[in-house]
Nanobody
Framework: QVQLAESGGGLVQAGGSLRLSCVASGRTFSSYTMAWFRQAPGKEREFVAR???????YYSNSVKGRFTISRDNAKNTVYLQMNSLAPEDTAVYYC????????????????WGQGTQVTVSS
């Protein structure tokens, strides 16, 4: 089992930046593929970015070039640096962990955090 706890959300103006963090406890963090998903009001939860245990990263088209996912295995932490934020980035952001490499589907992530709210004002 692994437990995930996100932090770093908040209110920011359009064009601003935020960095989300997700700390994992439990089994060996470095073996997991880690990802960020988000759910906007009235919408389905969607994939944002993932990083494999090798450090290979992959992004959704909507955030590519603006967001950066990274991990620090020594700190059991995955980060999401979000730049050039826009109102459409407003959502609850969830951290997730998977035993499978290079996956982006929600069903393939067995461990989830509680989420952190990101609100971008125009």
């Amino acid at each position: 089992q692994v437990q995930l706890a996100e932090s770093g959300g908040g209110l920011v103006q359009a064009g601003g930046s935020l960095r989300l963090s997700c700390v994992a406890s439990g089994r060996t963090f470095s073996s997991y593929t880690m990802a960020w998903f988000r759910q906007a009001p009235g919408k389905e939860r969607e994939f944002v970015a993932r990083i494999a245990n090798s450090g290979n990263a992959y992004y959704s088209n909507s955030v590519k070039g603006r967001f950066t996912i990274s991990r620090d295995n020594a700190k059991n932490t995955v980060y999401l640096q979000m730049n050039s934020l826009a109102p459409e980035d407003t959502a609850v952001y969830y951290c997730a962990a998977s035993d499978w490499p290079f996956v982006t589907g929600q069903a393939q992530y067995g461990y989830w955090g509680q989420g952190t709210q990101v609100t971008v004002s125009s």
